[in-house]
């Protein structure tokens, strides 16, 4: 059944402002429930954790729904989920808890197709106890990782593998699941950065073979927080440095300071407005499963209309999102102008569609363009056709 756009469009405030976003990649725009649920929430009454006043007990029940609703987002369980400020701050924190673990002759795996949160944190951390970094590499003309030499790359000392689930540059969904059984194979863990993913795919954290699976909601309409999901008793296995008096519990334990319980709420609020648009009845996974369905549908229809306008320039916009399998996320260069001029342009018009390398660091390197930025067109289930004929015109325009 396909998405009421019109409809959706309606719960979104800040589409009033006539602005066509096409910056989903960067962060989604957010549906008014999303709001009220975090200011009901600010406004209480909430104190710290606890039970027997509402103010404590409502502090309880945001944590408790927070962690139930991400499980129910990504076929995980609630005592798995741990809350994080950012993906990147979850990465760095867990690359040195895991790192305790490693020494000299040990090895981690990278990918080129990630974005520099999923790299640098474990380089630096494989740096600091002498391990060995080893890559994943992208073959530009399929913008894909080439795996032909996996088992090589993959060995009997690696400790963790660390890939994206999909390229918050180009889009590409890699073989995560085939990764992910090389990597068990010879007693490895893989880390699978689901930032971009999640905004536009139903996760099953086991299909994809991932013992830890990172997201942000507010790639997919929610607050400016992220989650960790893993099963908690590989979680217990891991010692985080803490403070003394805060608890050993798992999840508990590597979440550090006071929780946000808005921000927390503001994110629940955000799961549910995704299964909201579900066409059919049903427990909340089955809703998410089915409105992610109807989701996939309408971007990859927007997706297509964007792709045969780009192709009607000719070379004159050379396209680098070309993997079979992939997101409605485009990342383009243009061979006679620079993509911070165009973007610019597009300003004026009240089109956003920023340029940049999007901190997929390694990914822009490997592309080699010869460019110093790129523009990047990403969908969202709020982008209509109409917005999509406005950016088609523009560019035809421009370049």
Sequence with gaps: ???????????????????????????????AIVGEA???TLTGPLSNRGTGTASEDNATAAVGAFRAAVADLLAGVPEGVVYGRSATQIVYDFSRHLAKGWGPGDEIVVSQLDHDSNVRPWIQAAEAVGATVHWLRLDPATADLDL????????????LVALTAASNLLGTKPA???????????GALVWVDGVHYTAHAAVDVAALGADFFVCSPYK?????????????????????????????LVPERFEFGTLPYEIMAGATAAIDFIASLSPVDGSRRERILAAEQSIDDHELALRRRIEQGLAELGDSIPLHSVAADRTPTLFFTLRRTEAEQVYRSLQQRDILA???DFYAYETFRALNTGKPAGIRVGLAPYNDDAEVDRLLTALHELV
Excluded: N, W, Y
């Excluded at 469009?9 to 549906?31: K, N």
């Excluded at 032909?148 to 400790?159: M, N, W």
């Design 1 to 31: 059944m396909s998405l009421d756009v019109a409809a959706i469009r309606d719960q979104f405030p800040s589409l009033a402002s006539g602005i066509a976003h096409f910056d989903g990649p960067g962060g989604t725009q957010t549906p």
């Design 38 to 40: 975090i200011a009901k």
């Design 148 to 159: 032909s030499a996996l088992e090589e790359v993959i060995g009997e000392r690696t400790r």
């Design 176 to 186: 995560v699941a085939r990764v992910a059984a090389r990597a068990h194979a010879v």
């Design 220 to 248: 997919f309409f929610g607050p400016h927080c992220a989650a960790l999901i893993a099963d908690p008793a590989l979680l217990q296995t891991i010692t985080p440095d803490k403070l003394l008096p805060s608890t050993d």
């Design 354 to 356: 920023p340029a940049g």
